[in-house]
């Protein structure tokens, strides 16, 4: 079955950076678009970034990340990646990778992403 494991949160000061990285299985990740998602408390689930499938690999990002986020793709790892540089206090949210397969949407465990002074 469809599984999607996240890791690499953490705490760190803004302006800081961290690399989330999420390992997928059970589909064919080269096959399918990728997708980064975050919710702070009290607030609804958001997308952060984007990215095709293998061959176009066209990204796309919230305006809130762009020129700070970068998403990435390792499908000989079937790994997503998600590099955060200058951190904000905003960023704090627990942060999900996303995969829809046969029209059915997954979602990974998600990862804690703190900002703090």
């Known amino acids: 079955q469809v599984q999607l494991v996240e890791s690499g949160g953490g705490l760190v000061q803004p302006g800081g950076s961290l690399k989330l990285a999420c390992a997928a299985s059970?589909?064919?990740?080269?096959?399918?678009?990728m997708s980064w998602y975050r919710q702070a408390p009290g607030k609804v689930r958001e997308l952060v970034a984007a990215i095709t499938a293998a061959g176009g690999s066209t990204t796309n990002y919230a305006d809130s990340v762009k020129g700070r986020f970068t998403i990435s793709r390792d499908n000989a790892k079937s790994t997503l990646y998600l590099q955060m540089n200058s951190l904000k206090l905003e960023d704090t949210a627990v942060y999900y990778c996303?995969?829809?397969?046969?029209?059915?949407?997954?979602w990974g465990q998600g990862t804690q992403v703190t900002v703090s002074s």
């Open positions: 996303s995969v829809r397969v046969f029209s059915r949407l997954y």
């Open positions: 059970g589909f064919t990740f080269s096959h399918y678009s």
